[in-house]
């Protein structure tokens, strides 16, 4: 078998509101697919981290850089593959779009591996350890509005995503850090004291507010405290786990086994975020897993994109040992970004449906189909192809 052409896809919409988190507002929707083909008729779908401008970039390491690269060579051979492409990128970037447009190419090859073993990606990696997961729902994104409104707005929406049966929530900040606690303070108000919830600041704050901001989210209770300095600053992020209560966690703009070893060298998460579709796809992925757990660092993949990102990670997240074991296990959650989103609900010839899931029993089922389990559908992807 050999590889004969990968294709990107990147598809864009106009979101029905302008959303923000701490760095940015946004108004479209992006997703960046990639299909690798193979001369025996066995594709495989992958997905690269990365929206807007990016991933329009990004489509052009997909189909330019890498692609000649890995033309003719057996798609089973993917840590052959991983490490050619990546040795011969290295002098242009260890990290960023280089590594996210890798990840979307070793997601697909680790899809055509499970379709031609006639295997779900779980049992490819080593078996299910649970095949459903709890979900958390994040929402309460930063809007051109008062801080009154913005108050009142995620009081009611941490409540209504309780209410959809989400195993706990979680909001964005970024307001200025005295307002950011306010605005903490209304999410514990709106969910009550006995429902988890997560504080995203998207790296916003220098130490000094970031301790003030995670002091407050001790005494509100708040699981976790993600992203709370530049992921440069390792030694800010160091401080603060010493510092404070809350779990201090991050690493989704972290790339490869080498920048996760100088994070975990330094102990300073609680809770690991690895991103699949952009610290090197798959085989990367269970390398920085190994990591983690050797420095007994609970993970909590980080998930955004579409409805393959999402399959990917339900395996991924099936295939996940408990860490340290036992007979109740804490057990790793889905993201889930409660905003609108048709490349994740959308996209797929059957729906991977997960706000019905989690309504019904609280968990999402893991595919059991080869490979990662979903394949999108041919009409959306021409419906929303930009820059073809």
């Not at 479209?28 to 990365?50: I, M, N, P």
């Not at 051979?77 to 890798?102: C, E, F, T």
């Not at 699949?276 to 983690?292: D, F, K, P, T, W």
């Not at 959650?333 to 729906?351: A, G, I, S, Y």
Request: proline share 6%.
């Amino acid at each position: 078998m050999k590889i004969t052409r990968v294709k990107s896809h990147v598809l864009q919409y106009d979101m029905p509101d302008e959303l923000g988190y701490s760095q940015q507002y946004y108004a479209k929707r992006t997703a960046h697919l990639v299909k690798v083909e193979t001369d025996e008729g066995v594709t495989g779908w992958g997905e690269c981290f990365g929206p807007g401008a990016i991933a329009v970039a990004n489509k052009g390491i997909v189909e330019g850089v890498i692609q000649p690269m890995i033309l003719g060579m057996d798609p089973l051979d993917r840590d052959v593959i991983w490490h050619k492409a990546y040795n011969l990128m290295r002098d242009h970037g260890q990290k960023g779009m280089p590594l996210q447009s890798l990840s979307g190419v070793d997601i697909a090859l680790w899809d055509i591996a499970g379709k031609v073993a006639g295997l779900p990606l779980h049992k490819l990696i080593g078996g299910a350890h649970r095949t459903s997961v709890p979900a958390y729902g994040y929402g309460m994104m930063l809007k051109r509005e008062s801080l009154a409104d913005h108050i009142a707005r995620f009081k009611d929406e941490a409540a209504a995503i309780r209410d959809m049966g989400f195993a706990a929530t979680k909001m964005k900040v970024g307001l200025g850090a005295r307002d950011d606690v306010k605005l903490c303070a209304a999410v514990r108000d709106g969910i009550g004291p006995d429902f988890d919830f997560m504080v995203d600041a998207n790296h916003c704050y220098n130490t000094p507010d970031a301790f003030y901001v995670g002091r407050a989210l001790d005494e509100l209770g708040a699981y976790w405290f993600e992203e709370p300095v530049a992921p440069e600053d390792l030694d800010g992020y160091r401080d603060l786990r010493a510092g404070l209560s809350v779990n201090i966690s991050g690493g989704e703009a972290e790339f490869n086994r080498w920048g996760w070893r100088a994070i975990l060298e330094n102990r300073g998460l609680d809770i690991a975020q690895p991103e699949v579709c952009a610290l090197g796809g798959i085989s990367e992925y269970l390398r920085v897993l190994a990591l983690c757990h050797a420095h007994f660092t609970p993970v909590i993949n980080h998930v955004w994109g579409s409805a393959v990102a999402v399959a990917t990670n339900l395996q991924l997240l099936a295939a996940m040992p408990p860490l340290p074991g036992g007979l109740h296990p804490q057990e790793p959650m889905l993201e889930f970004d409660t905003t609108d989103n048709k490349f994740r609900d959308e996209l797929l010839t059957t729906p991977l449906d997960i706000q019905g899931q989690v309504a019904r029993s609280g968990r999402v089922a893991v595919p059991d189909a080869p490979g990662i389990g979903v394949t999108p559908d041919p009409a959306m992807l021409k419906r929303f192809a930009i820059g073809a």
